[in-house]
């Protein structure tokens, strides 16, 4: 509801971060490609309740390429006035899959998609069609290499963030319909898989948030 609209210009390539944290209206925002009204179902991104009442979504730009940005408050929420707070962060080394992060062994191993992109891979596999959609928002890579033979246990249990992960047999980019492993919600909005592997194997890991969360 009270939606304004702003057609915002990248200056640099990356991803966005588009907030109204610092505001106090019970906001709900939204981003569209180009500069003008959108269509129907072209979100590129989207939030309501990021930091409080407010919103904080991202979403990848490119340099000199139009973007509306729309802020509204929440249904039955009034209006008000606050600052819409932008900046482009350039996305992490391993959001791409060609280049994973190389991690070994058993522990705990820190992730951060806050301002990973979308990939194309890994959107559309059958064991990752959980709670109505396949896909993988803010998603990062890992190369991971077993130290022993039995079931792994590979969780982000714990976290803040709605996670969803995959696994793939061997490294580099998988192809379609190649995962071994997937999980949504297994311990809260948190992730959990088991999965049997080899001692000295090299599997593909794939941490991304659920569409629509933002990452962390």
Request: proline content about 5%.
């Amino acid at each position: 509801e009270n939606d304004v609209w702003f057609s915002w210009t990248a200056d640099a390539n990356g991803v966005a971060i588009v907030g109204t944290c610092t505001s106090l209206v019970d906001t709900k925002i939204g981003a569209y490609p180009g500069g003008g009204c959108p269509t129907n179902g072209s979100a590129l991104a989207c939030n309501d309740d990021a930091c409080g009442l407010q919103s904080t979504m991202t979403f990848p730009v490119t340099n000199g390429t139009a973007y509306m940005l729309q802020v509204a408050t929440f249904p039955g929420a009034t209006g008000g006035t606050g600052n819409l707070d932008i900046s482009i962060a350039a996305p992490p080394t391993n959001d791409d899959c060609n280049f994973p992060t190389a991690i070994a062994g058993q522990g705990s191993f820190p992730f951060d998609n806050t301002v990973a992109s979308v990939g194309v891979e890994g959107q559309n596999e059958a064991l990752c069609y959980l709670f109505g959609t396949s896909g993988f928002d803010y998603d990062v890579w890992y190369s991971w290499t077993a130290d022993a033979t039995g079931i792994a246990q590979i969780e982000t249990c714990g976290s803040a963030t709605d996670t969803k992960i995959s696994v793939y047999n061997g490294t580099g980019c998988p192809s379609a319909g190649t995962s071994i492993a997937c999980n949504d919600d297994a311990c809260g909005l948190q992730s959990r898989v088991t999965v049997p592997v080899t001692s000295g194997t090299t599997y593909t890991l794939q941490v991304g948030s659920f569409p629509g969360a933002i990452g962390g």
